[in-house]
């Protein structure tokens, strides 16, 4: 691949193992950023689609089996910690907030796996290409302090060399930091998600127990629907005998 009047086989060798360096930190932060992408996008739900399910479940239905059921159909943080307090009806309000507190707690350790290592790297990436670059340029001013002013042409290079750390640098930190911005504020939503779907699990909890449904009753199995008295009766019940 040629770029900058060489090949990027040519930035590495010339720019020494400050350049190896960051080739290494740009194949992690690939492998991250892939990894998390995936793992984001597999973790987004309808989340009104699936409140909607769940409250419905509680509200219409008085069935916390077919609430938690309907969790577990979705996939993601704000499923997982639903099914969390759902499991606690019934319990003191603060119980309930402790479990769902820790879930989330639990849940968002998940989704911010590795992205310390693209932080890092970002943050890592142009120090040590400013790094390189200062000591490539010690290494210019010696070569011009043994060959004289009579060569300003063998500085130039060394400088040019010494910048390729820079621009290496850079080149690694940006597109990090960038991608790293983005994952943070589909956290960011995730976290709204969730705090929006707790209100709501508090709020329909209240609901339930102002009109006295109790935990006994919503962990009940639904009943059958009643049959009418006609479809009971024994052949030859209810006819008239010749």
Do not use: H
Request: one cysteine or more; hydrophobic letters at 50%.
């Amino acid at each position: 691949m040629e770029g900058f009047g060489g090949t990027v086989y040519g930035w590495l060798q010339q720019g020494g193992i400050v350049m190896y360096i960051l080739a290494g930190f740009s194949i992690v932060a690939a492998a991250v950023i892939v990894e998390r992408l995936i793992a984001l996008r597999r973790a987004g739900i309808n989340v009104n689609e699936f409140l909607a399910k769940v409250r419905k479940a509680l509200m219409v239905n008085r069935s916390i089996r077919e609430a938690i059921k309907v969790c577990e159909e979705y996939r993601g943080p704000v499923a997982s910690i639903m099914k969390a307090g759902l499991l606690k009806f019934g319990q003191p309000k603060d119980d309930i907030e402790k479990t769902i507190e820790n879930a989330a707690l639990y849940e968002m350790s998940r989704l911010e796996r590795f992205l310390v290592v693209l932080a890092t790297i970002a943050n890592v990436a142009p120090l040590l290409g400013f790094f390189g670059t200062v000591v490539g340029m010690i290494n210019a001013f010696d070569a011009l302090a043994a060959a004289g002013l009579s060569n300003p042409g063998l500085v130039a290079i060394g400088i040019k060399v010494a910048l390729f750390t820079t621009a290496g640098g850079l080149g690694v930190a940006i597109p990090v930091q960038l991608v790293y911005n983005y994952f943070m504020s589909r956290i960011n939503r995730f976290v709204r998600d969730i705090e929006t779907s707790t209100n709501m699990l508090l709020e329909t909890f209240g609901e339930m127990e102002r009109s006295g449904i109790t935990p006994e009753t919503a962990a009940a199995p639904s009943q059958p629907a009643a049959t009418s008295p006609s479809s009971t009766e024994a052949p030859g019940e209810g006819s008239s005998s010749r």
